[in-house]
């Protein structure tokens, strides 16, 4: 496995500053440190998609219907689901499938409703990276590792009225990537961080029934996390989605959703002098500090768009389209996948097609999610005793 080892061990000299899907190291080896003008952060895995069904919308989600992956998108949307007491959903995707057999990234999340108004929701994601053969510089070995990350999320979700909703998500982050095989002073990364949301749905009066959701998440808002000391720390991948979501009924069995999301990590670009910038500073610096000015922070947007169809809320189709820049990273990827739902449980399908003959960690693979729920029928009768 030595295209594999090589690999690993570039990302982690660079102290696991790349983004895994942002650059093709395999087939283009010199992508992963010339792209200059690619934003890199730690722990990029957070940044990860954990569930099928937005997989296959483009990677896009933050006004989309709520489901029990909803605080991941958007914590304030979790509150909005519907006819639920509580829930859970378990995502598996195989990572660099084409090459290795032994990464992997895995989360399970779960929601309680406390009442029509609250909600809360807890999540917890992990990422194994395999073994990997440590060796020194006269290529002498050193011993086997297996590196790992992992986040653990709580969130509360509050409606404020019948159409706005807002809510909070706390994070612990835990990345252990190379044991203390790269010195004495390496150690595991930990922070702690918060995601912010805020979200919106209307029912529109028109000839077809309609809903118009939109919606906005800062994600990531934490201490910046060291690999070695306390005077080598690289910034979370703290991010700001937002977009919308218009569903319509084209009658009472068939409805289709579109839904189009914008992304920008609200870290300091490429040039930046990151040891000296406080976490506030980065974010939101990095809305003027592109050194091609306005132009290239118009760049630093990626976008998601997708298409869900339903059929009698059983059966799901779904595409969608990731686009970024070419110098910002230049994944471009066509998304697919299918959905099915039946009394208590579901199940979510998605797979990805690179578009720019580059190949994505993803590519040929197949991505997993398995939900269930519990109907709110203790509100239900309550309703039905006092009618």
Do not use: C
Request: avoid cysteine.
């Amino acid at each position: 496995m030595k295209l594999r080892e090589a690999f690993l061990l570039l990302v982690f000299a660079s102290s696991a500053l790349t983004v895994f899907s942002q650059t093709d190291p395999v087939s283009q080896p010199g992508t992963l440190v010339g792209q200059q003008a690619a934003i890199t952060t730690a722990v990029p895995f957070l940044g990860i998609t954990p569930d099928a069904r937005h997989a296959a919308l483009g990677d896009g989600g933050v006004a989309t219907s709520a489901d029990a992956n909803a605080a991941y998108w958007n914590a304030a949307k979790l509150v909005f689901i519907e006819e639920q007491k509580y829930g859970g959903s378990f995502s598996y995707t195989p990572w660099l499938g084409k090459i290795v057999n032994d990464m992997w990234i895995s989360s399970l999340s779960a929601f309680y409703k406390i009442d029509r108004e609250q909600a809360v929701g807890f999540s917890f994601k992990y990422f194994d990276l395999g073994e990997i053969s440590f060796r020194g510089y006269q290529n002498e070995p050193l011993g086997d590792f297996n590196p790992k990350e992992a986040s653990f999320d709580a969130t509360y979700s509050r409606m404020l009225t019948d159409n706005f909703s807002i809510g909070l998500s706390g994070r612990y982050i835990f990345s252990n990537l190379t044991g203390a095989f790269t010195g004495p002073d390496a150690q595991a990364g930990k922070s702690v961080a918060a995601d912010v949301g805020v979200y919106y749905r209307k029912d529109l009066q028109s000839t077809r029934s309609s809903t118009l959701s939109l919606g906005a998440q800062i994600s990531n808002i934490g201490a910046k996390i060291s690999y070695t000391d306390n005077n080598n720390k690289d910034f979370l991948p703290t991010n700001f989605r937002f977009g919308g979501a218009y569903l319509t009924e084209l009658d009472p069995y068939n409805s289709i959703t579109f839904i189009l999301d914008f992304n920008k990590l609200m870290v300091p670009s490429p040039g930046a002098n990151r040891d000296t910038v406080s976490l506030l500073s980065g974010m939101f610096g990095s809305f003027s500090d592109a050194p091609g000015g306005a132009r290239e922070e118009l760049q630093e947007f990626m976008i998601s768009a997708g298409i869900e169809y339903w059929y009698r809320n059983i059966f799901a189709g779904r595409i969608g389209y990731f686009n970024e820049n070419v110098d910002k990273g230049n994944r471009k990827y066509l998304t697919m996948g299918v959905g099915f739902r039946k009394e208590r449980f579901g199940i979510d399908v998605a797979y990805i097609v690179p578009t720019n003959e580059r190949e994505h960690p993803l590519a040929e693979t197949l991505r997993f999610t398995l939900l269930m729920h519990i109907p709110n029928t203790t509100v239900e009768e309550q309703e039905s005793v006092t009618d």
